[in-house]
């Protein structure tokens, strides 16, 4: 009911009941996707892959109602439990797939403040709502719950000048005080687990380069209880805290007139430590990084991109929302590269195809036939947008 109120209270708000014309501004997207999975034991032979064809379909509507104010609504497949993917796996001998709210929110920008402040309310992406390089700490299927307030970014949530901030409050999950966890509060004290983030960043173009330099603050607020909540992967860090500092940064040019070049890079650590109130954090095992490298950028038709990383993610360094595709859903503990091209083969139709070749970093032999196993991910994608 209060979501219901909430979508009913968004579309007053948005002037729906009004008779003045609105920009709407539709939009959306369609993925089909073939994917396979195989995990290599080294000392086994002829293993079977999961062979699985899923699709992501986005449909979203983002009036802009006036100068100061604009929203969106978008609807998406997905599931009710799945934080970090909107994939709808093709099954169930053809029953209809399930459609979620996955977008709502308010957006004012006061023109008293030139345009350069937005404060958003609702549910939003997190490439819209924080200052995003690459998927090291955020899943790019991920949608934030709370309020954002931005600086420097456009009414779609893109940077626009130089100097760029953002400084959010999202709720993880509301305790009524009686929920039952393994770390229970003190009886009756509500104990909400939610998300503080902040983030600075400095764009802008130097010779014939443009760049982007940047660092956020992640706070995990209760987040040690363990959640009784359906979501996967699940939250279960009992024990655990995270307040994660990352830096980030990235570096491009051009190598033609229509090839484009990109470096960019993330930097991650958990600065929480071990102690009496967290025993379940070991010290050593904090850091996160990712490298990439990308030539192209396939926006017009005729166009193609090529792009490279390699990632390294210790178990106590981020937590479950970090990209999910990396060693099939495992969220942290990983070491490995991915490597990726694109094609633009029609107006507003792009084929892809990434690899993923992962390990767990703390994998150890507890047999013969389970040692250090390498996990092989091939993902073939259409994406057509408009």
Not at 171 to 198: D, M, V
Request: aromatic share 10%; proline share 3%.
């Amino acid at each position: 009911m209060r979501k219901v109120a909430m979508i009913v209270g968004l579309a007053a708000a948005l002037g729906f009941n009004n008779a003045h014309a609105v920009d709407l501004n539709w939009k959306g997207d369609i993925r089909y996707r073939y994917q396979s999975d195989l995990t290599d034991f080294p000392t086994l032979k002829n293993e079977n892959s999961r062979d699985r064809h899923r699709a992501r379909v986005r449909l979203g509507v983002y009036p802009w109602i006036n100068e100061e104010l604009s929203g969106g609504v978008q609807l998406s497949t997905g599931s009710a439990s799945e934080t970090t993917s909107r994939n709808e796996t093709l099954n169930g001998i053809f029953l209809a797939d399930a459609v979620y709210l996955n977008e709502y929110f308010i957006n004012y920008h006061p023109t008293a403040l030139n345009g350069n402040v937005n404060v958003v309310l609702g549910k939003r992406a997190v490439a819209n709502s924080l200052i995003v390089v690459n998927d090291l700490v955020w899943d790019s299927d991920l949608t934030f719950e709370g309020a954002t307030l931005q600086y420097g970014k456009d009414e779609d949530g893109k940077e626009k000048d130089c100097i760029n901030a953002v400084v959010g409050y999202y709720e993880l999950t509301e305790f009524n005080g009686i929920q039952s966890k393994l770390a229970t509060p003190a009886s009756g004290r509500e104990q909400n687990a939610y998300l503080i983030a902040a983030q600075a960043a400095c764009s802008g173009e130097l010779s014939d380069l443009n760049y982007k330099l940047g660092a956020g603050y992640y706070n995990y607020v209760n987040f040690n209880y363990q959640i009784a909540a359906p979501n996967s992967p699940a939250p279960n860090y009992t024990g655990k805290d995270f307040n994660i500092v990352e830096i980030f940064g990235k570096v491009g040019g051009q190598l033609t007139d229509t090839l484009p070049w990109q470096i960019n890079g993330q930097y991650a650590f958990n600065t929480a430590k071990k102690s009496s109130s967290y025993p379940g954090i070991d010290n050593s095992k904090r850091n996160s990084y990712l490298v990439e490298a990308k030539i192209g950028d396939a926006k017009q038709v005729g166009q193609w991109s090529l792009n490279a990383d390699y990632v390294r993610i210790e178990r106590d360094a981020l937590t479950v929302l970090t990209d999910s595709d990396r060693n099939m859903g495992a969220a942290t503990d990983l070491k490995g590269f991915k490597i990726g091209a694109a094609y633009h083969l029609v107006q507003n139709l792009t084929l892809g195809v990434n690899y993923f070749n992962f390990k767990t970093i703390d994998d150890k032999t507890t047999a013969a036939d389970e040692s250090a196993p390498t996990r092989h991910i091939f993902m073939a994608d259409a994406v057509v947008k408009f």
